[in-house]
Protein backbone atom coordinates (compact mmCIF):
# COMPACT_ATOMS: atom_id res chain seq x y z
CA UNK A 1 0.00 0.00 0.00
CA UNK A 2 1.42 3.28 -0.94
CA UNK A 3 -0.05 6.73 0.28
CA UNK A 4 1.16 10.06 -0.38
CA UNK A 5 1.84 12.84 1.97
CA UNK A 6 1.30 15.52 -0.94
CA UNK A 7 0.04 14.50 -4.43
CA UNK A 8 3.45 13.88 -5.82
CA UNK A 9 5.84 11.76 -3.04
CA UNK A 10 9.34 10.23 -3.39
CA UNK A 11 8.55 7.03 -1.85
CA UNK A 12 8.80 3.63 -4.58
CA UNK A 13 9.03 0.09 -4.47
CA UNK A 14 9.39 -2.38 -7.35
CA UNK A 15 9.14 -5.97 -8.74
CA UNK A 16 11.45 -8.13 -11.15
CA UNK A 17 11.49 -11.52 -12.37
CA UNK A 18 14.72 -12.64 -12.87
CA UNK A 19 13.97 -16.01 -14.22
CA UNK A 20 15.55 -19.26 -12.75
CA UNK A 21 12.64 -19.40 -9.96
CA UNK A 22 14.35 -15.74 -8.72
CA UNK A 23 12.12 -12.96 -8.02
CA UNK A 24 13.35 -9.11 -6.52
CA UNK A 25 11.79 -6.65 -4.46
CA UNK A 26 13.24 -3.49 -3.60
CA UNK A 27 11.29 -0.45 -1.47
CA UNK A 28 13.19 3.30 -1.56
CA UNK A 29 12.87 6.75 -0.32
CA UNK A 30 14.05 9.67 -1.64
CA UNK A 31 15.23 12.21 0.84
CA UNK A 32 12.69 15.59 0.70
CA UNK A 33 9.34 15.74 -0.65
CA UNK A 34 7.12 16.85 -3.91
CA UNK A 35 8.11 17.28 -7.25
CA UNK A 36 12.09 17.37 -6.28
CA UNK A 37 11.77 13.67 -4.91
CA UNK A 38 9.45 12.20 -7.16
CA UNK A 39 12.12 13.20 -10.50
CA UNK A 40 14.92 11.29 -8.21
CA UNK A 41 12.29 8.77 -7.55
CA UNK A 42 11.66 8.27 -11.27
CA UNK A 43 15.56 8.08 -12.57
CA UNK A 44 16.44 5.75 -9.78
CA UNK A 45 13.57 3.37 -10.70
CA UNK A 46 15.03 3.77 -14.18
CA UNK A 47 18.12 3.15 -13.39
CA UNK A 48 16.88 0.00 -11.16
CA UNK A 49 14.62 -1.69 -14.40
CA UNK A 50 17.96 -1.19 -16.51
CA UNK A 51 20.09 -3.42 -14.29
CA UNK A 52 18.19 -5.22 -11.66
CA UNK A 53 17.27 -8.18 -14.47
CA UNK A 54 20.20 -9.12 -14.95
CA UNK A 55 22.12 -8.89 -11.69
CA UNK A 56 21.69 -11.37 -9.39
CA UNK A 57 23.86 -10.29 -6.27
CA UNK A 58 21.98 -7.21 -4.09
CA UNK A 59 25.55 -5.83 -3.14
CA UNK A 60 26.60 -5.51 -6.51
CA UNK A 61 23.21 -3.76 -8.27
CA UNK A 62 23.43 -1.27 -5.59
CA UNK A 63 27.03 -0.60 -6.05
CA UNK A 64 26.27 0.13 -9.84
CA UNK A 65 22.96 2.13 -8.63
CA UNK A 66 24.97 4.51 -6.43
CA UNK A 67 27.88 4.77 -9.56
CA UNK A 68 24.77 6.17 -11.82
CA UNK A 69 23.03 8.15 -8.86
CA UNK A 70 25.60 9.76 -7.17
CA UNK A 71 26.57 12.13 -10.07
CA UNK A 72 22.84 13.68 -10.82
CA UNK A 73 22.44 14.19 -6.74
CA UNK A 74 22.75 17.14 -4.87
CA UNK A 75 21.85 17.24 -1.35
CA UNK A 76 19.56 14.44 -1.96
CA UNK A 77 20.26 10.86 -0.99
CA UNK A 78 18.31 7.42 -1.44
CA UNK A 79 17.93 4.70 0.91
CA UNK A 80 16.68 1.15 -0.42
CA UNK A 81 16.29 -2.36 0.96
CA UNK A 82 16.73 -5.00 -1.84
CA UNK A 83 16.09 -8.49 -1.81
CA UNK A 84 16.14 -11.65 -4.14
CA UNK A 85 13.65 -14.75 -3.21
CA UNK A 86 15.59 -17.96 -4.77
CA UNK A 87 12.10 -20.06 -4.63
CA UNK A 88 14.04 -23.29 -5.40
CA UNK A 89 16.48 -23.13 -2.80
CA UNK A 90 13.76 -21.14 -0.22
CA UNK A 91 16.39 -18.19 0.26
CA UNK A 92 16.10 -14.44 1.10
CA UNK A 93 19.38 -13.03 -0.48
CA UNK A 94 19.13 -9.06 0.64
CA UNK A 95 21.26 -5.96 1.08
CA UNK A 96 20.22 -2.30 2.86
CA UNK A 97 21.52 1.39 1.89
CA UNK A 98 20.38 2.92 5.25
CA UNK A 99 16.32 1.70 4.98
CA UNK A 100 14.39 1.13 7.70
CA UNK A 101 14.87 -2.58 8.55
CA UNK A 102 12.22 -4.94 7.20
CA UNK A 103 11.19 -7.38 9.70
CA UNK A 104 11.25 -11.00 9.10
CA UNK A 105 8.30 -13.34 10.75
CA UNK A 106 9.25 -17.19 11.56
CA UNK A 107 5.46 -18.67 11.85
CA UNK A 108 7.39 -21.65 13.14
CA UNK A 109 8.61 -19.71 16.41
CA UNK A 110 6.70 -16.57 16.20
CA UNK A 111 9.36 -14.55 16.14
CA UNK A 112 10.27 -11.29 14.58
CA UNK A 113 13.61 -10.37 13.19
CA UNK A 114 15.36 -7.46 11.81
CA UNK A 115 17.03 -7.88 8.58
CA UNK A 116 20.21 -5.93 7.97
CA UNK A 117 22.99 -5.34 6.57
CA UNK A 118 26.13 -2.32 6.70
CA UNK A 119 25.85 0.07 3.72
CA UNK A 120 25.53 4.08 2.99
CA UNK A 121 22.66 5.82 1.82
CA UNK A 122 22.25 5.49 -2.56
CA UNK A 123 23.61 8.71 -3.82
CA UNK A 124 25.64 9.81 -0.64
CA UNK A 125 29.41 8.89 -1.02
CA UNK A 126 31.53 7.66 -4.19
CA UNK A 127 31.53 4.00 -2.41
CA UNK A 128 28.50 2.88 -0.41
CA UNK A 129 30.28 -0.14 0.36
CA UNK A 130 27.50 -2.57 0.57
CA UNK A 131 26.85 -5.69 1.92
CA UNK A 132 24.80 -8.73 0.91
CA UNK A 133 23.64 -11.90 3.49
CA UNK A 134 21.41 -15.30 2.84
CA UNK A 135 18.71 -16.58 4.93
CA UNK A 136 16.25 -19.46 4.63
CA UNK A 137 12.87 -18.82 4.52
CA UNK A 138 10.52 -21.30 5.95
CA UNK A 139 6.37 -22.37 5.29
CA UNK A 140 4.37 -19.54 6.80
CA UNK A 141 6.94 -16.47 7.11
CA UNK A 142 5.67 -13.30 6.13
CA UNK A 143 8.51 -10.55 5.37
CA UNK A 144 7.02 -6.79 5.96
CA UNK A 145 8.94 -3.70 4.04
CA UNK A 146 8.15 -0.15 4.95
CA UNK A 147 9.50 3.45 4.76
CA UNK A 148 9.88 5.84 7.94
CA UNK A 149 6.97 7.84 8.16
CA UNK A 150 5.72 4.49 10.14
CA UNK A 151 8.29 4.76 12.60
CA UNK A 152 9.04 8.58 12.70
CA UNK A 153 5.26 9.53 12.77
CA UNK A 154 4.68 11.52 16.27
CA UNK A 155 1.93 11.54 18.58
CA UNK A 156 0.48 14.84 20.41
CA UNK A 157 3.25 14.78 22.72
CA UNK A 158 5.91 15.00 20.58
CA UNK A 159 6.60 11.14 20.63
CA UNK A 160 7.43 8.70 17.94
CA UNK A 161 5.64 5.86 17.12
CA UNK A 162 9.00 4.41 16.96
CA UNK A 163 10.78 0.55 16.23
CA UNK A 164 9.88 -1.15 18.98
CA UNK A 165 5.44 -0.15 18.68
CA UNK A 166 6.27 -1.74 15.15
CA UNK A 167 8.08 -4.60 16.07
CA UNK A 168 5.10 -6.06 18.99
CA UNK A 169 2.32 -4.52 16.96
CA UNK A 170 3.32 -6.79 13.27
CA UNK A 171 4.34 -9.49 15.50
CA UNK A 172 0.93 -9.26 17.36
CA UNK A 173 -1.11 -8.80 13.97
CA UNK A 174 0.69 -11.15 11.70
CA UNK A 175 -0.15 -14.38 13.84
CA UNK A 176 -3.71 -14.17 12.68
CA UNK A 177 -4.21 -12.24 9.83
CA UNK A 178 -2.88 -11.86 6.43
CA UNK A 179 -2.10 -9.82 3.38
CA UNK A 180 -3.58 -6.99 2.85
CA UNK A 181 -5.37 -7.34 6.42
CA UNK A 182 -1.87 -6.91 7.90
CA UNK A 183 -1.38 -3.58 6.22
CA UNK A 184 -4.58 -2.02 7.30
CA UNK A 185 -4.37 -2.87 10.76
CA UNK A 186 -0.77 -1.17 10.77
CA UNK A 187 -1.89 1.69 9.38
CA UNK A 188 -5.17 2.12 11.46
CA UNK A 189 -2.93 1.92 14.93
CA UNK A 190 -0.67 4.30 13.03
CA UNK A 191 -2.97 7.12 12.42
CA UNK A 192 -4.84 6.21 16.26
CA UNK A 193 -1.37 7.18 17.13
CA UNK A 194 -0.89 10.67 14.95
CA UNK A 195 -1.90 13.89 16.42
CA UNK A 196 -2.88 15.01 12.85
CA UNK A 197 -5.61 14.00 10.52
CA UNK A 198 -3.06 13.56 7.75
CA UNK A 199 0.59 11.63 7.44
CA UNK A 200 3.37 13.82 7.19
CA UNK A 201 5.09 11.39 5.25
CA UNK A 202 4.73 9.21 2.36
CA UNK A 203 3.05 5.67 3.44
CA UNK A 204 4.89 2.54 1.86
CA UNK A 205 4.41 -0.67 3.20
CA UNK A 206 4.67 -4.00 1.71
CA UNK A 207 4.23 -7.72 2.70
CA UNK A 208 5.12 -10.81 1.11
CA UNK A 209 4.51 -13.83 2.58
CA UNK A 210 5.96 -17.26 1.50
CA UNK A 211 3.75 -20.41 1.29
CA UNK A 212 3.57 -23.92 -0.35
CA UNK A 213 7.52 -24.00 -0.24
CA UNK A 214 8.92 -26.87 -2.20
CA UNK A 215 12.12 -28.81 0.19
CA UNK A 216 14.78 -27.70 -0.07
CA UNK A 217 18.56 -27.03 1.33
CA UNK A 218 18.45 -24.35 3.83
CA UNK A 219 20.72 -21.20 4.19
CA UNK A 220 22.31 -20.04 7.57
CA UNK A 221 19.74 -17.93 9.92
CA UNK A 222 21.24 -14.28 10.40
CA UNK A 223 22.78 -13.10 13.41
CA UNK A 224 20.42 -10.65 14.58
CA UNK A 225 18.79 -11.50 17.69
CA UNK A 226 14.80 -11.98 17.59
CA UNK A 227 12.38 -9.55 18.97
CA UNK A 228 9.84 -11.59 20.51
CA UNK A 229 7.11 -19.95 -2.84
CA UNK A 230 4.58 -18.29 -3.59
CA UNK A 231 3.59 -14.89 -3.10
CA UNK A 232 0.31 -13.40 -1.91
CA UNK A 233 -0.37 -9.86 -0.73
CA UNK A 234 2.05 -7.01 -1.43
Known amino acids: KYISSIQIGGDLYDVVDQGQSMTGFMIADVSGHGVAAALV?????????????????????????????????????????????????????????????PLLYRRATGEVIELDTSGFFIGMF??????????????????????????????????????ERLLDLYARVIKENHGQDVIEKIEAELRAFCATESLNDDFTCIILEFMDLAAAPSAPTPSEEPHGGEFEEF
Not at 76 to 96: C, E, G, K, M, P
Not at 127 to 148: H, R
Open 41 to 101: ASMFKMSFHTHAANVASPKVLFHMLNEEMKPVLAEDYITSFYLIVDRSQNTITYTNAGHPT
Open 126 to 163: DDGDYEEKTISIEEGDALLLYTDCIIETENENNEQFGK
